[in-house]
């Protein structure tokens, strides 16, 4: 990477917060987005981007609990949120639940749409742990993808409501 | 294009006080950045102008929902998501939960706010007809003080506001006597698709009722208009008529003077037109369900 300038450099900013559970410290300009962050400072490239625009979901992430389209999150706004990303939602060698239905319904094929469909599914069955086929249609409006035709990805939470202990 | 990030400025004052000195400092220098549902986007495409901007996202000033006996009032943060789960607003104000229901999927839905819906002046934006129709009010804060204001007349022209180069929208106030029980409430969003759609027409309208006459009734829509429109004379046609053919063509005709649609990417004028009439006729019929 190219040397800074002496202006970008003290145009960039220090920002706190945790990340999958571990204080970070993350710098960057004020308005970077926060999947650029997360992929580029952190190597978290879990985190895919679709669009860019918010459409497609592929950058899901969950903020204090609340998932959102990291791509329309400035950095600067992060100061003090807990970010958990799609490496924070298996736990060690041991997946969820929801990415366990994925590889056996075949919910996956491309991949990159499937951090994100993980973390809007993870996001259902938080809140509620017996959706109904339309609440999973839902759920999953805001993630796109090109490549499965949605059923095996819809199957694969419907999976993943039948394990039973659907957690994190 | 994407952006040159270094040339982007986001503060983050420590209080609302800071944020409307730092306002005040340089009036039209410093835009407020809320949950940049819209700012984001602009940016990612290069045609983000201004450069200078502060986050109100942490500041708790800006956020909650109160209730008194004549008012709910929302923080200008009040986010999508939040203003659903509130079961006052779902009993009495079920327009504006629809219209939040179905602004973007839920990940827009958590940082997307009402403040920024309305300060950012799309005349597509689906939240603005179901304001108009529930008489709602807008709290502007300057360091020089508060003021509200009717927000019906808010927006003047195409993006053009009532709101000074120092002042933010801190809350939105709805008169819950414009809503509740004796109204029946219609509203409607035509989009291409379920999730994410921006609105080809969007449709608010309320009624009153009695002895099987039309008492009051208020209907605003969007994206007929360069801003959202309060179709004042076509609700006022139907004061005192019964719902039938009659009311119906006659408020037609009134609609059809009222709104100039407009031909975009997304819809033709004559679509537009012929699905306000179609919107304004079922409108009218549900009145009788
Ligand atoms: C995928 C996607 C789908 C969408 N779907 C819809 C939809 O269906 N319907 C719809 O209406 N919109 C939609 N939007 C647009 C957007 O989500 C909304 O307009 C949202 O309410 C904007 O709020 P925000 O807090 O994100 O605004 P921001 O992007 O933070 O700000 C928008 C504008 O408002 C100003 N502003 C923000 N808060 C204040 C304040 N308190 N006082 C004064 N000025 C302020 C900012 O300076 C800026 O000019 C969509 C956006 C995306 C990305
Ligand atoms: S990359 Fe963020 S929503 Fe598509
Ligand atoms: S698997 Fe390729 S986009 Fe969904």
Same mark, same amino acid.
């Given at each position: 990477m190219p040397e800074a300038t002496e202006k970008e450099r003290s145009g960039k900013v220090v920002v706190r917060c945790t990340v999958n559970g571990r204080d970070a410290e993350l710098s960057g300009? &004020?308005?970077?987005?926060l999947l650029d962050v997360l992929r580029?400072?952190?190597?978290?490239?879990?985190t895919k981007e679709g669009c860019?625009? *918010?459409? %497609? *979901?592929? $950058?899901s992430v969950f903020i204090n609990g609340k998932i959102v389209n990291s791509c329309l999150? &400035?950095?600067?706004?992060?100061?003090g949120a807990r970010v958990v990303t799609i490496? *924070?939602?298996?736990s060690d060698e041991q997946l969820n639940a929801i990415q366990e239905a994925f590889i056996e319904t075949g919910g996956?094929? %491309?991949?990159?749409c499937t951090p994100g469909m993980v973390m809007a599914a993870v996001n259902l069955l938080d809140r509620n742990?017996? &959706?109904?086929e339309s609440d999973i249609r839902a759920g999953l409006a805001g993630n796109l993808c090109r $490549?499965?035709?949605y059923m095996k990805i819809f199957e694969a939470v419907v999976r993943a409501c039948q394990h039973s202990g659907v957690k994190r | 294009m994407r952006a040159y990030l270094p040339a982007y400025e986001l503060q983050r004052p420590a209080s609302l006080d800071e944020a409307l000195r730092l306002l005040a400092?340089?009036? +039209?220098e410093w835009r407020p950045f809320a949950g940049g549902t819209d700012l984001m986007v602009l940016l990612e495409a290069g045609?983000? !102008?201004?450069r200078k901007f502060f986050s109100?996202?942490?500041?708790? !000033?800006? /956020?909650g929902i109160e209730e008194t006996i004549e008012h709910i009032t929302l923080g200008a943060l009040t986010t999508y998501t939040e203003l659903q789960s509130n079961e006052t607003m779902r009993r009495e104000f079920p327009m504006l939960c629809v219209a939040a229901s179905e602004t973007g999927a839920i990940a827009i839905q958590n940082r997307g706010t009402l403040g920024g819906n309305i300060a950012n002046?799309?005349?597509?934006?689906?939240s603005p007809p179901a304001l108009i129709v529930y008489g709602a009010e807008l709290e502007l804060v300057s360091a020089r003080g508060a003021r509200w204001i009717a927000? !019906? +007349?808010?927006?003047?022209?195409?993006?053009?506001? =009532?709101? !000074?180069?120092?002042e933010l929208i801190s809350r939105i106030r709805l008169p819950r006597a414009s809503a509740g029980d004796n109204w029946k409430q219609y509203y409607r969003k035509v989009g291409? /698709?379920?999730?994410?759609a921006i609105s080809k027409i969007c449709f608010a309208g309320a009624a009153r009722l009695g002895d099987g006459q039309i008492e009051e009734a208020r209907i605003s829509m969007g994206s007929v208009a360069p801003t959202v429109v309060s179709c004042t004379k076509t609700a006022s046609i139907l =004061? +005192? /008529? =019964?719902?039938?053919k009659e009311t119906i063509g006659a408020a037609q005709g009134e609609m059809k003077k009222e709104i100039v649609p407009i031909d975009d990417l997304r819809s033709t004028a004559d679509y537009r037109l012929q699905v306000s009439l179609n919107l304004l006729e079922d409108f009218l019929l549900s009145l009788e369900r």
């Open positions: 300009f &004020p308005m970077a987005r580029e400072e952190l190597k978290l490239t879990g860019g625009e *918010g459409e %497609c *979901g592929a $950058c999150v &400035p950095l600067m706004q992060v100061e490496e *924070g939602i298996a996956a094929q %491309c991949g990159i742990s017996e &959706p109904t $490549c499965t035709g | 400092s340089a009036p +039209g045609k983000l !102008e201004h109100i996202w942490h500041l708790d !000033e800006l /956020r002046a799309s005349p597509a934006a689906d927000y !019906e +007349g808010f927006h003047t022209a195409y993006k053009q506001m =009532r709101m !000074e180069p120092d291409t /698709r379920k999730a994410q =004061r +005192g /008529r =019964r719902v039938n």
